[in-house]
């Protein structure tokens, strides 16, 4: 199966956590957390169109300036996403610079600022390069209970974990995959165009196979003969990303809800087992914790990291203790 998006942790699993999602089509980018990025090309990061920030401590948020450096003066917008307050931490960041001069530059850079809670996206706002950047308040665009970005081919969900401070963990979700078989098109004569997107569309919100895809104005065709000979569907797919936590029902149970079913679970395990009493001082996981909550929200694949830098010589036995809790 060809894929959607490719997934890589930023870092190795000692250093600052984050997770880059490449977009196979598109030139784009997503980001989860920002903390050290200097493993990222520029090219990669001008491709980021959201980059959605877990808590503000620092080796979740200090890659903020790097980020902003590269693409200040690009075109398109830079979406950031983080917990309660956030908005305000991007505005104090954004206030620490000398601002004249940005509108020497042909294009006015856009950064948007999303808080998320429990109820959803509570505080939107936008600040403009040509402005100074200078904030300014909108209003969020409502989605469902825990959904933080709906489009046509994806979505992010985010639940708010307790980390002694509210820390965000994401779920991107694929929706039903559409692709196009060339060799289809070509026996029913057909050449590509927007209609295919409108198309694929059209499939994934389970419209009937006599509804009229319009083609051109002259040519429309059933969307059944274009699923017969044109379109093939599968599963998309599902990539979950959890950090710094406390081990508690509350928090395991959104963990499991967040993660279930995930084809790939990235999640922190900071210390070893043995030292459980100083991962729920820091509200942090431990790696046998870990790999039970992959286990229980029966992902296919889980990826622990973010471990604490006491255990450099004990890399293996962090992977085996979340190994074998895993496979339990
Ligand atoms: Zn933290």
């Known amino acids: 199966m060809t894929w959607f998006v490719q997934p890589s942790l930023i870092n190795d699993p000692f250093s600052d956590p984050g997770l880059f999602i490449d977009f196979r089509f598109g030139r784009r980018a997503l980001l989860f957390d920002l903390g050290e990025l200097s493993q990222l090309s520029p090219r990669q990061l001008l491709r980021v169109s959201h980059a959605f920030v877990s808590h503000a401590h620092m080796d979740h948020f200090a890659g903020f300036d790097r980020l902003l450096r590269v693409c200040l003066h690009r075109a398109m917008p830079l979406h950031l996403v983080g917990p309660t307050d956030f908005a305000d931490r991007v505005e104090h960041k954004l206030n620490a610079y000398t601002l ?116 051109s104005p002259d040519q429309s065709i059933p969307l059944g003969m274009l699923k017969q000979h044109v379109l093939r569907t599968a599963r998309g797919q599902k990539i979950a990303y959890v950090v710094d936590t406390a081990y508690h029902e509350e928090n395991v149970d959104r963990i499991i809800t967040l993660a279930r079913g995930a084809d790939q679970l990235f999640i922190e395990a900071a210390f070893i087992d043995a030292d459980a009493d100083v991962a729920a001082q820091r509200r942090h996981l431990t790696a046998r914790q870990a790999g039970d909550i992959a286990k229980r929200a029966g992902v296919a694949r889980f990826v622990p990291f973010h471990f604490s830098a006491r255990y450099r010589e004990q890399e293996d036995w962090l992977r085996s203790e979340a190994e074998e809790a895993f496979r339990a």
């Open 100 to 215: 004249n001069l940005l509108d020497e530059h042909p294009f006015d850079f856009l950064i948007t600022a999303t808080e998320f809670a429990e109820a959803g996206a509570e505080h939107v706002c936008e600040f403009r390069a040509l402005e100074a950047f200078r904030r300014r308040e909108l209003s969020p665009v409502p989605l469902p209970p825990g959904m933080l970005l709906d489009e046509d081919e994806f979505q992010i969900r985010s639940v708010v974990l307790d980390h002694g401070t509210p820390c965000l963990a994401f779920s991107f979700e694929e929706k039903l995959r559409v692709n196009v078989w060339s060799e289809g098109l070509k026996s029913l004569q057909l050449g590509v165009g927007p209609w295919l997107k409108e198309a694929k569309r059209a499939v994934r919100r389970g419209a009937p196979d006599d509804s009229e895809v319009v083609i």
